[in-house]
């Protein structure tokens, strides 16, 4: 599991705040039976797999004036998003009598290898031959990579006459899954021969923006309470 999170804070008669969290991933998992191996036995089962995470989601989202309270409350308990196998967030405010301006961006790139391989080593190279005599028991490479991403960003800004607030999340995901017995391999005897690679992505993208205007009739900062407030969820 990887997490990456950011948090910021401005207030003033103008303020302006970002907030950036970034994962990226390049992670290798490699099972394989390398060439030049002579193998005698029932049957040869080669499999990696990467796990997906995942549990409920216990959150609720409460009224607009508390949802940023009720985030943060949440992360700390870790139950916003619940479990998964990659998680960014970035959740920042600004607060200004005239003009705050916020924002908010998480960033997820996934590069990950998954691959199960019988006559080949794990450098791609399949130059001598290997041999496996399966006595008449099952042979096969199967590779499975299974993952939960999930990104949250939050902006909040508040002013007593222009607020802009943006939040985004981008999540790039590439990578490879690959089952194989290569082509130089000697397999006899054997009896089921199964040669596989599956990959399922779910992706959760959250965002939250909330600008409300305060109405001051002092120069100093503007209190807690505001109307209306907007935000969105995707």
Do not use: M, W
Not at 50 to 72: A, M, Q, Y
Not at 122 to 142: C, M
């Amino acid at each position: 599991r990887r997490r990456a999170g950011a948090e910021d804070s401005a207030s003033s008669q103008t303020a302006g705040g970002a907030s950036i969290a970034l994962i990226v991933s390049k992670k290798q998992n490699k099972a394989s039976i390398g060439s030049g191996n002579v193998i005698v036995s029932e049957g040869a089962l080669v499999t990696a797999t990467n796990h997906k995470i995942d549990s409920p989601t216990p959150f609720e989202f409460g009224e607009p004036d508390e949802i940023l309270d009720d985030i943060r409350t949440a992360l700390e308990n870790d139950k916003l998003l619940g479990a998964n196998n990659y998680y960014v967030e970035a959740i920042g405010g600004a607060a200004a009598n005239t003009t705050s301006v916020q924002g908010s961006f998480g960033i997820i790139v996934i590069d990950d290898e998954v691959t199960a391989t019988i006559g080949e080593s794990q450098d791609g190279a399949a130059a001598t031959a290997t041999s496996i005599n399966a006595r008449t028991g099952d042979v096969s490479a199967e590779a499975e990579n299974e993952f939960l991403a999930k990104a949250l960003t939050g902006a909040l800004s508040i002013s007593g006459k222009t607020g802009v607030g943006v939040s985004a999340n981008v999540i790039v995901s590439s990578g490879l899954t690959r089952g194989k017995i290569a082509d130089s391999a000697v397999i006899t005897n054997a009896g089921d021969v199964t040669v596989s690679a599956t990959a399922t992505q779910d992706i959760l993208s959250l965002s939250l923006s909330l600008i409300p205007i305060r109405r001051c009739r002092r120069s100093t900062l503007c209190s807690a309470r505001s109307s209306p407030s907007h935000y969105t969820l995707t």
